[in-house]
């Protein structure tokens, strides 16, 4: 598990999912700070090392990384961290559109070919 805050590439992406789930990897996404945090078997691990590096709760976000998929289907909007109520979301979805774009924006930036 770690945290990325420059790049990664999507071929490391790939050997973390053969090594892990098969075909994913699980990340959280900090919107405020525009890192994340990769490899770990729950998003929950990876928000405790994100908290525990100064990220605040509000704005940590768990996604699932397709890396064999094309470019604009990586990204999986599912964590059981998503359960915000308090923030509006009420689903391990993610209901803000405009959240679902900035994370997108953050991986595509982060992930390099």
């Known amino acids: 598990m770690k945290i990325i805050e420059d790049a990664i590439s999507i071929s490391e992406l790939k050997q973390m999912a053969e090594k892990g789930f ?37 704005n940590l976000w768990g996604i699932n990384i397709y890396p064999e998929n094309k470019k604009q289907e990586w990204i999986e909007f599912d964590s059981m961290i998503n359960l915000k109520p308090s923030l509006g979301n009420r689903t391990r979805s993610i209901q803000d559109q405009a959240i679902k774009d900035t994370i997108t924006q953050i991986v595509h930036n982060i992930v390099t070919p």
């Open 22 to 58: 098969g075909n994913f990897v699980k990340a959280v996404v900090d919107i405020e700070r525009n890192i994340m945090a990769v490899d770990a078997e729950l998003h929950a691990d990876e928000e405790s090392l994100l908290l525990e590096n100064g990220s605040k709760q509000s």
